[in-house]
């Protein structure tokens, strides 16, 4: 691995590719002993991110951390990476809106390399490299709960439908009753009385059924 900065520009893009899939195989460490240059490694994350835009230096940056995390192949391994989001011009001069970068610092850690803005680049590399234990925990943490506030939000909903269902149904059936109640007062034959009761139970049961 260099020691230097590799910028990767919209030409080497291909190759950037192929080093960075080979760097998720758990390639890179720092040297023994080397010493985290904290200002300068995002200095040179920033640079490296920027030259993939039209516009370099209209790159505005945030929320941007150096993380460590486990390598892959060997825990002992500590991948340091520079993190965070991007915003930048695109060729008709307006911003596209912030998303996310990934850069990998060199194996001095003096520097860093191979940053990226590229989504289907960040999206495989974020979570290995950008995310620690407790990042990881939260998100499952935090996934959980949508999925609960999901399932509540679909079990309230039924309730309400069923609610609105039965209401519903409770009025229907206070009509027909009514109804025949009034047919019935002006009854006197009791077969005619008995049909009546017949037709009102059997359209109460119809209008349940619904």
């Known amino acids: 691995m260099t020691k230097t900065l590799l910028s990767v520009g919209v030409g080497g893009r291909h190759l950037a590719r192929l080093v960075l899939a080979g760097m998720l195989l758990g390639v890179i460490a720092p040297t023994l002993g080397a010493t985290l240059n904290t200002n300068r490694v995002i200095a040179a994350a920033k640079e490296s991110v920027a030259h993939d ?5 209209s790159a ?3 929320d941007v951390r150096i993380v460590i ?6 825990p002992k391994e500590k991948i340091h990476a520079v993190c965070g989001e991007v915003n930048a011009k695109n060729s008709f001069g307006a911003y596209t ?3 996310r970068f990934v850069a990998a610092a060199t194996v001095d850690l003096q520097s860093a390399a191979l940053g990226t803005a590229d989504p289907a680049m960040v999206e495989g590399l974020w979570p290995k490299w950008c995310m620690t234990e407790k990042d990881k925990a939260d998100a499952i943490a935090a996934g ?3 999925k609960d506030a999901v399932e509540k939000t679909a079990v309230d909903r039924q309730a309400k439908e069923k609610g609105e269902r039965d209401e519903l149904r409770k009025i229907r059936q206070e009509n027909i009753e009514r109804t025949c109640a009034e047919k019935r007062a002006a009854l006197t034959d009791d077969d005619a009385k008995a049909a009546l009761d017949a037709q009102c139970a059997a359209s109460i049961k119809a209008s349940n059924a619904n």
């Open 60 to 62: 505005q940056f945030r």
């Open 97 to 99: 809106g912030f998303k």
């Open 69 to 74: 995390t486990n390598g892959e192949k060997n």
């Open 144 to 146: 959980n709960r949508t």
């Open 53 to 57: 835009f039209k516009d370099p230096s």
